[in-house]
């Protein structure tokens, strides 16, 4: 039994470990991109030769991303680090369970698809690609005709919830035990001061 959880408690690590080095090699593609590589939606005569750092697969790969989640494309990468990164570093590979890892992924679907069709209403599209992606494309083709408002509220919604359960869980915790940390400092100076006569 010992032996099994020893097993899984290192197949777990070994899997964050190597998301934490797809985030990094994602990182690297987005810092390097450039249009004119051929990629995935773009295909280039300006040169034959890929222009980004991480290679052909990188340029590729990070073109899928900037085609599907547009503008907001470059949170896949830092998020997939950090949450990698937060979990190897503080040990908490033994806590994870299935749940855990499967409500994290859908929540943070739903957090970067608010943000693509949050994108695609706010911000013009570029040369290259629409602001929202595919993704913010089928937000306002799910919402039809009833044009902007309806998809910054589903995308508002969609990122809240998205949000909530993907890390905002993490950031109230951390804003309660800061706020508890102030007051506590705040009120021992006046009690040991009212102790001691």
């Known amino acids: 039994m010992i032996d099994r959880l020893k097993r899984k408690s290192s197949l777990v690590k070994l899997s964050l470990f190597i998301t934490l080095c797809v985030g990094l090699y994602l990182i690297g593609a987005w810092a390097s991109y450039s249009p004119l590589d051929n990629a995935w ?5 300006a040169t034959n030769e890929i222009l980004n750092k991480t290679g052909a697969f990188g340029a590729w790969s990070i073109d899928l991303l900037f085609a599907l989640f547009g503008k907001v494309a470059f949170v896949i990468p830092f998020g997939i680090t950090f949450t990698s990164a937060y979990i190897l570093l503080l040990r908490l590979s033994d806590e994870l369970t299935c749940k855990d890892m499967s409500l994290w992924s859908l929540s943070f679907a739903a957090l970067v698809s608010g943000l693509a069709g949050l994108s695609s ?3 013009s599209n570029t040369a290259n690609y629409l602001a929202g992606g595919v993704v913010g494309a089928i937000l306002q083709q799910i919402a039809g ?13 969609l990122m809240t919830v998205g949000f909530y359960y993907c890390s905002g869980q993490i950031v109230l915790q951390l804003f309660n035990s800061l706020y508890e940390w102030i007051w506590d400092g705040k009120s021992q100076p006046s009690e040991e001061k009212t102790e001691v006569p």
Request: proline share 0%; no cysteine; net charge neutral.
């Open 41 to 45: 939606s773009v295909s280039s005569s």
């Open 121 to 123: 209403v706010i911000f």
């Open 145 to 157: 005709s009833l044009g902007h408002i309806a998809v910054l509220f589903m995308s508002l919604i």
